[in-house]
């Protein structure tokens, strides 16, 4: 069965108070278990993390270099600062989807670049927690596709 880790970023813990009319009700334990029961359906094993802190999101991604066969990442505000994060999953050499659950392209300009986007196979957002969900499914066939 593969596996996917799904990582999130700084804040995303906060999710459910955290400013809902940008980020919606739902709370990141919520998303996690959306996320596990799409991953059941799926036939994936599901990895569900959260960090504050860069390093450790750089350590996950190292870790998923050699137990996980790809990444679905929402690395927050990392990913409009993260060279670390961008360097980690290019060494990782495994495929990663980012996700963001508000459209950064309506948001402030600050918001419109991603560090992750050019070492990503492919970024998903604005639609809220479905991201996730579409992104798991993406990951799969991916992942089937590289055989
Ligand atoms: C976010 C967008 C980022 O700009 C922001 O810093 C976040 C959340 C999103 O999911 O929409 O923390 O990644």
């Not at 419109?112 to 479905?130: E, R």
Request: hydrophobic share 40%; with cysteine.
């Amino acid at each position: 069965m593969a596996t996917i880790f799904v990582l999130n970023g700084p804040n995303l813990n906060m999710l459910g108070r955290r400013e809902p009319g940008i980020y919606g009700g739902k709370s990141l334990e919520e998303i996690g278990e959306e996320c596990r029961t799409a991953g059941r359906e799926a036939g994936l094993s599901v990895d569900f993390r959260q960090s504050n802190h860069e390093g450790i999101l750089v350590d996950w991604i190292q870790e998923a270099a050699d137990s996980a066969d790809g990444i679905v990442i929402n690395p927050g505000a990392y990913s409009h600062t993260s060279i670390a994060i961008h360097d980690a999953i290019r060494a990782a050499g495994k495929p990663a989807i980012e996700v963001h659950l508000s459209n950064i392209f309506t948001r402030e300009t600050f918001r419109h670049h991603s560090h992750i986007s050019p070492v990503a196979v492919g970024v998903i957002c604005g639609l809220g927690p479905t991201g996730y969900i579409l992104a798991i499914a993406a990951i799969k066939q991916v992942i089937a596709a590289r055989g």
